[in-house]
């Protein structure tokens, strides 16, 4: 058909799919074997409140980069990481930062647009004159594969109505198409709205087009309801593939000597382990603002009541479930995944579902229900209906057998995996509900039980020992997983060698050294 000036024909071509030589995304991160955390080629964002350690995090991820330890494609291959900040000082925060990570800082590089003349140069920020070509190519002729943006305001402008989804858009294109151009990920860094419903990509400041542009979303908080600091990193949107999945981290106080000679306690990310706890939990938990449930309190609503059934066997027991055989359940009932989330959540607040556990590293998170105790001490009755009650706060209660033997004569249960569950013999035990296989031991603190543990492996003549193994000890023996990463760190008593996956392997210090 000709154009409208008659000067040329045009005709629409319709190119079949089968052209197209299709493929799987690179990632650049993945948090754990095989799962996609961030792709090659796309824009992130690390979005959280003040305070929250996104920029920590961008820098731990920076300095992983540098040094090739990050698990993905440049796992061993160590890459070249540009940093364009206007948020924080590149001398007091930026470089100490990235000292406490372990980068590498010969290949962490700070843009700049530098003007000759002959009354000499000037040197100005990239994001005054960008030319995103130029950048690109210049990106690619030295290394650089990770891009971060502190704060992705910066790119925006101030000329820019960030409510405006075309002009936020026009804004953030071209950053994507820089990711795609050098084969690397461009992260920014951005704040999440102080009203929260529930959705981390909602809560992004300004526009949906933040959310809608980038190809992950990983959201970050501190968590209300950790008492030693632990923080809380949830994938919140993946366009790649699952999302959902959440870390502990904590942000660890490392001394820095700078180039000045002086030294400084500087924040350091370490990540965690996986967690059934997602930032939308500690945000919303935090909106609420409220103390755990009371007995005065309104009936658990019906999606807590039908959690409570799944959970519950015959004559009451208090079953193991996986969650994602509880999410499947709730689901043949009518509630979506997330109103399982909130069902958990209704039950862990009135003391009656104890945290997530694990029977063996990597494999599945199992829920169970907590016996309920009085006052007094007393076992009462499963409670499966409308009427369950609140429990006591946590730090009042005893330690009691969940239920009486079941002899199996219903004909149900016999020698049936559900028979098994049902006459195993659970206890509350301390604020953390998990249980530990010997009840009547007096219980250490966190760092006392792990300086004894590494004494009795020193005297068993082991010299290493991975942090899987160390936290299957402390979780069998009733420890929270951020507790014992935090002590872990801190240990005088063991050292880091090397990297296996995602486990850490630990020389154990010998006796003499640090008697």
């Known amino acids: 058909m000709p154009d409208q000036n008659n000067n040329h024909r045009i005709r629409i071509n319709l190119r ?7 493929d799987v995304p690179t990632l650049a991160w993945e948090p754990k074997p095989g799962y996609p955390g961030i792709a090659v080629g796309t824009l992130v964002i690390f979005g959280g409140r003040p305070a929250a350690g996104k920029s920590t995090t961008a820098r731990w991820f920076g300095a992983e980069a540098t040094n090739g330890t990050l698990p993905g494609a440049w796992y061993g291959t160590p890459v070249s990481v540009a940093w364009i900040g206007t948020e ?4 007091y925060m930026m470089k100490p930062g990235l000292r406490a990570a372990g980068a590498d800082m010969d290949k962490v590089v ?3 647009v530098q003007f000759e ?5 000037d040197t100005v920020s990239i994001l005054r004159h960008l030319n995103m070509q130029a950048l690109a190519d210049e990106f690619k002729a030295h290394g650089i594969k990770v891009v971060v943006l502190d704060p ?10 960030v409510n405006r989804s075309n002009e936020v858009r026009a804004r953030l294109e071209p950053w994507v198409k820089l990711a795609e151009a050098i084969d690397g990920v461009v992260i920014g860094i951005a704040h999440l709205k102080k009203s929260f419903t529930g959705d981390v990509v909602a809560a ?4 949906s087009a933040f959310g809608e542009v980038a190809r992950s979303i990983f959201g970050f908080a501190k968590d209300d309801n950790a008492e030693d600091g632990t923080r809380l990193m949830t994938h919140a949107k993946s366009s790649i593939g699952p999302e959902g999945l959440s870390y502990t981290y904590t942000l660890e106080p490392v001394e820095v000597t700078t180039d000045s000679g002086k030294t400084a306690a500087v924040s350091r990310f370490v990540l965690g382990e996986e967690t059934d706890r997602t930032v939308s939990d500690a945000l919303r938990d935090a909106a609420a603002g409220g103390p755990a449930a009371s007995p005065t309190d309104k009936p658990v609503t019906d999606k807590a009541a039908m959690l409570v059934q799944i959970l519950t066997g015959p004559n009451g027991a208090l079953l193991e479930v996986t969650k994602d055989a509880a999410v499947a359940q709730m689901a ?11 069902a958990r959540e209704e039950l862990a607040k009135r003391c009656r579902i104890g945290k997530p556990f694990r029977k063996e590293n990597g494999g599945p998170y199992y829920w169970q229900l907590l016996p309920f105790v009085e006052q007094d001490g007393h076992q009462e009755g499963a409670q499966t209906m409308r009427g369950l009650p609140s429990c006591h ?3 009042d209660q005893g330690v009691s057998d969940a239920i009486p033997g079941l002899d199996g004569k219903d004909g149900r249960l016999a020698d049936s995996p559900r028979a098994r569950d049902a006459n195993r013999t659970a206890t509350v035990t301390d604020l953390d509900s998990r249980r530990s296989p010997d009840s009547d031991r007096p219980k250490l603190s966190c760092p006392d039980w792990l300086a004894q543990y590494i004494d009795d492996l020193r005297a068993a003549g082991e010299t290493e020992v991975t942090s899987f193994a160390v936290h299957a000890a402390g979780r069998a023996n009733g420890y929270g997983a951020p507790n014992v990463s935090t002590y872990i760190q801190r240990s005088p008593e063991l050292s880091f060698v090397r990297r296996i996956g995602q486990s850490t392997v630990y020389a154990i210090a010998p006796a003499e050294a640090t008697s």
């Open 88 to 91: 924080e000082s590149e001398v």
């Open 117 to 121: 003349s002959e009354d000499g140069t």
């Open 110 to 112: 700070i843009p700049e």
């Open 16 to 22: 079949p799919m089968s052209t197209v030589i299709d």
């Open 393 to 395: 706060p946590a730090s």
């Open 332 to 342: 043949e009932a009518g509630y979506s995944a997330d109103q399982t989330r909130r």
């Open 204 to 207: 992004l400041n300004g526009s």
């Open 152 to 161: 992705l305001m910066s790119v925006v402008g101030s000329a820019t109505d």
